[in-house]
Nanobody, 120 residues
Framework: QVQLVESGGGLVQPGGSLRLSCAPS????????MRWYRQAPGKERELVAA???????NYADSVKGRFTISRDNTKNTVYLQMNTLKPEDTAVYYC??????????????WGQGIQVTVSS
């Protein structure tokens, strides 16, 4: 059974930085696109950043220039470097990935979410 495991969240002051990490546990064949979403209280879940297997990226306008998504394909890990954090970045952050567990079977997986709180 594949699970996505996130780490790196926590409490940070405005202007600070955090780095989130996400990697799958279990046996996998390959990973294509990997993404970070977030959901703030009372709001819908939104796409923050995405990275394809080849490395191309895209970002929500609200985080461009502050957040950087990257991946280490040797470790099957995706990262989200978050700089110049603002209180409005406070949310539960979710890792999402398209994972093949065999040459024939691929599906979309979600992590359980990790809290990021930006507050003084």
């Amino acid at each position: 059974q594949v699970q996505l495991v996130e780490s790196g969240g926590g409490l940070v002051q405005p202007g600070g930085s955090l780095r989130l990490s996400c990697a799958p546990s279990g046996s996998i064949f390959s990973i294509s696109d990997m993404r970070w979403y977030r959901q703030a209280p009372g709001k819908e879940r939104e796409l923050v950043a995405a990275i394809a297997s080849g490395g191309s990226t895209n970002y929500a306008d609200s985080v461009k220039g502050r957040f950087t998504i990257s991946r280490d394909n040797t470790k099957n890990t995706v990262y989200l470097q978050m700089n110049t954090l603002k209180p409005e970045d406070t949310a539960v952050y979710y890792c999402n990935a398209d994972i093949a567990t065999s040459i024939y079977i691929s599906r979309n997986y979600w992590g359980q979410g990790i809290q990021v709180t930006v507050s003084s």
